[in-house]
């Protein structure tokens, strides 16, 4: 094996020694460099996203339960409300309908969702113009008040 690296072989291959120096703007260094994931700090993310795969999929997936989560607890509060409500006025409630109430609470659970949805969006695109005028109707009151 030759000291100044001529016809070293590594499995079976001669490798060559580029003696080139790797040239990196800082621009350049900071795409290719890596970084611990800043949720589990176990794995190493490139520079350009924060957290890894591993962590976004673990966040979807809590996400995903805690509203669904949400949803059913949701339609259980819309179900106890709707059944006290009968039950004010008939005492006993046959079992039929007791899951026909489960199924008109889910309907208007989800109605419910869609409407906030829908709200939502809207709020995006409008909230910042809603908001400054309420807050020029508030400076009006107040100066009108004094
Ligand atoms: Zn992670």
Redesign the pocket.
């Known amino acids: 094996m030759g000291i100044n690296g001529d016809n070293n072989r590594v499995a079976g291959r001669d490798y060559y020694e580029h003696n080139t120096i790797l040239k990196l703007t800082s621009e350049q260094l900071r795409q290719v460099a890596i970084k611990p994931?800043?949720?589990?700090?176990?794995?190493v993310?490139s520079a350009d996203v924060t957290?890894?795969n591993?962590?976004r999929y673990e966040l979807k997936t809590q996400a995903r339960n805690e509203r669904l989560l949400r949803f059913g607890f949701m339609i259980m509060l819309v179900w106890g409300a709707l059944l006290q409500l009968l039950n004010s006025r008939s005492p006993d409630i046959p079992p039929v309908s007791f899951f026909e109430i489960g199924a008109i609470s889910t309907m208007l659970v989800l109605l419910g969702a869609a409407l906030w949805n829908e709200f939502r969006q809207w709020w995006i695109l409008n909230g910042s113009v809603v908001l400054s005028l309420v807050g020029k109707l508030l400076i009006r009151l107040i100066r009108g008040n004094k």
Do not use: Y
């Open positions: 994931c800043a949720r589990c700090e176990d794995r993310v957290i890894c591993h962590c």
